[in-house]
């Protein structure tokens, strides 16, 4: 991954700057929230590849923003960072969601660890698929095409075609909304803008895939595309 961009949600001042500058130095593109209500805000509605969240917070507590990125941004990586090291606390935290919890206070050292693993473990958590296999034949990741079965012929995949189909297969037999869709494949903001283009090019792909009664991408209503396991 390359200038992951990491979103510091932190009110003590020092200690928000003292995170920020470690990992501005290591390379990463970093964000920084100042208080609960700035947290939900940026957490919600900006790009970034992990949160490092601060439990303690004025508007909104660390364990609200969670909640609420949870509920609308499943898969995004969390990293809880607080002085409150009870047992009770870390385990409410993990089974919320969160990847990892450091207790302050915190060497820098050991915190830029911490980041590392994270980010290493979630590019992790969807295997580069070479191909997907199907009933009318075999979709090539890496060729981008599909060579078909029946007759051996081929038909190429747009770049975002490519992309979709990649990511659809990798959570297969989970129903992806088309807000995740286009964070996550078109590396965009969701809000505002119209998911047109998602629906054209899953068209596409079904008429690629030979799926004229969709058992292959499947429409899940209420809540987005599946690819069926």
């Known amino acids: 991954m390359n200038n992951p961009t990491i979103l510091v949600a932190e009110d003590d001042p020092a200690v928000r700057q003292g995170i920020v500058d470690a990992l501005t130095f290591s390379g990463y593109q970093v964000m920084a929230a100042a208080d609960g209500r ?13 949160l490092l969240l601060d439990l ?12 609420a990125l949870k ?3 499943p898969g995004q990586p969390v990293i809880i960072l607080s002085a409150r090291g009870e047992e009770a606390d870390r385990v409410k935290g993990l089974s919320m969601g969160a990847d990892d919890y450091v207790v302050k206070p915190f060497s820098v050292r050991e915190l ?7 980010l290493r473990r979630t590019t992790e958590r969807a295997p580069q698929l070479k191909e997907f296999q199907f009933d009318q034949g ?4 890496a060729r981008r095409e599909i060579l078909y079965s029946e007759d051996n012929s081929r038909e190429e995949l747009s770049d975002k075609e490519n992309d ?11 129903a992806i909304a088309r807000d995740e869709i286009l ?8 809000k505002g803008i119209s998911t047109r283009t998602i629906d054209m090019h899953v068209a596409h792909l079904r008429n690629k895939l030979r799926d004229q009664d969709q058992s292959i ?4 209503r209420g809540k987005g595309y599946m690819i069926a396991s």
């Open 183 to 190: 964070r996550q494949v078109w590396n965009l903001d969701p």
């Open 38 to 50: 700035q947290a939900m805000n940026y957490a919600l509605s900006t790009q970034y590849q992990l």
């Open 71 to 73: 509920r609308n941004r």
């Open 138 to 141: 075999v979709a090539s990741f």
């Open 112 to 118: 830029l660890a911490r980041v590392d693993a994270v």
């Open 217 to 220: 991408l499947q429409t899940v």
């Open 164 to 174: 979709l189909l990649l990511y659809l297969v990798s959570n297969s037999g989970r």
């Open 56 to 67: 303690v917070m004025p508007h909104y507590s660390g364990f609200e923003v969670l909640e």
